[in-house]
């Protein structure tokens, strides 16, 4: 889902308008700049298969995974962290 902010309703159509995401072999939302009040954020939630090797990143959001039988390798850049019945973990959250 993708969120946008701005002055007026026209401009968070047109930032909306220019976020774009990419699913050529890693998913990943792209989008114009931020700044003076404007923004924009994208949420993914994906569903995948229980027995899955999962490498996840994310920055200024959290990462909540659950159910995952696979090795499980995150980065969480100002974001926080939510594990539940998993087997293999390895993870870092930090501030910047």
């Given at each position: 889902?993708?969120?946008a902010?701005?002055?007026?309703?026209?401009?968070?159509?047109?930032?909306?308008?220019?976020?774009?995401?990419?699913?050529?072999?890693?998913?990943?939302?792209?989008?114009?700049?931020?700044?003076?009040?404007?923004?924009?954020?994208?949420?993914?939630?994906?569903?995948?298969?229980?027995a899955?090797?999962l490498?996840?990143?994310?920055?200024n959001?959290?990462?909540?995974?659950?159910?995952?039988?696979?090795?499980?390798?995150?980065?969480?850049?100002?974001?926080?962290?939510?594990?539940?019945?998993?087997?293999?973990?390895q993870?870092r959250?930090?501030?910047?």
């Amino acid at each position: 889902m993708v969120h946008a902010w701005g002055r007026d309703d026209a401009e968070v159509q047109r930032i909306a308008s220019e976020v774009v995401i990419r699913t050529d072999g890693v998913l990943r939302a792209e989008g114009p700049d931020r700044g003076g009040g404007t923004g924009w954020s994208v949420s993914f939630d994906l569903v995948v298969p229980s027995a899955i090797d999962l490498l996840l990143k994310t920055r200024n959001g959290g990462i909540a995974v659950a159910d995952v039988r696979g090795n499980l390798v995150f980065e969480a850049q100002n974001g926080g962290i939510s594990v539940a019945f998993l087997v293999a973990v390895q993870g870092r959250s930090r501030r910047r």
